[in-house]
């Protein structure tokens, strides 16, 4: 009987091990997928998801009107209408100040082009009136990883003396990370954000185009995931908490 339960057992570890496994190698798929997307819809309308200023050309208007303004950006899309972007360059924020809107029509944009599968909001899932949510499944893909999501958005440059991010050009990245409470929260553990960084980039995690947090980053972000908070970071290998957060850098 023992040695029944002890295959059992064995049996539904060595399933769970390869489940996860197949997770992990998922993000680096979903990862590239969406990166070729974000391509592919600049080559054609010349412009980026979100950023795009007249994406109410080719798909109308939410608000009925001009595609601009708050009037359009917090009204919830239930069809390919949305609004335009401000075109900066910038997945980012609206020219007012107001929102930061073109995080959620990027994904919006990119459905309706046909470059992503699914039907987006293109409004935060807001808990605040300015950064809003991501919300895998209503504004943003869901990824095959549970409880986590995906963002297109600015970051910009950071310095050495940035409180969360390592320093160089991030640019318009994407992020992944926890779908509760802040998309940027840990949704996997070090070795698993190593084993990523390690075939996608240079498995470190304060360089190349795959990164994380800093160590000690103010914000919750992903504190613990790496062991300083200098270039020369690793990722805390000898945990096995779930700690970590990936940006994906200069999309």
């Not at 600049?42 to 007249?54: E, H, I, Q, S, V």
């Not at 000898?238 to 200069?250: G, H, N, P, R, Y």
């Amino acid at each position: 009987m023992l040695v029944i339960l002890g295959l059992l057992t064995g049996g539904i570890l060595g399933g769970q091990a390869l489940i996860r496994a197949a997770e992990l190698r998922a993000v680096s798929t979903e990862m590239q997928r969406y990166s070729s997307a974000v391509y592919t819809f600049r080559d054609k309308y010349f412009a980026l998801p979100g950023d795009m200023t007249n994406a109410t050309v080719f798909w109308g208007a939410q608000d009925a009107g001009d595609g601009i303004g708050t009037d359009c950006v917090n009204v919830t899309s239930t069809s390919a209408l949305t609004c335009n972007g401000n075109g900066d360059g910038w997945i980012g924020i609206m020219s007012d100040g107001s929102t930061y809107y073109e995080w959620f029509r990027a994904w919006q944009h990119l459905a309706n082009a046909g470059l992503v599968e699914g039907n987006y909001s293109g409004v935060g899932n807001i808990t605040s009136p300015i950064h809003g949510q991501h919300s895998a499944g209503f504004n943003s893909p869901r990824p095959k990883i549970s409880n986590a999501s995906y963002s297109l958005r600015h970051l910009g440059i950071f310095t050495s003396g940035s409180p969360n991010f390592y320093e160089g050009d991030y640019g318009n990245s994407m992020l992944f990370g926890s779908n509760v409470g802040n998309l940027h929260g840990p949704i996997i553990r070090p070795e698993e954000a190593w084993n990523i960084d390690t075939k996608m980039d240079d498995g470190r995690p304060a360089l190349g185009r795959v990164r994380t947090y800093k160590a000690t980053s103010v914000a919750g972000y992903a504190p613990g995931c790496t062991n300083a908070d200098t270039l020369a970071a690793d990722y805390s290998l000898t945990s096995a908490d779930v700690l970590c957060s990936l940006i994906f850098l200069q999309l």
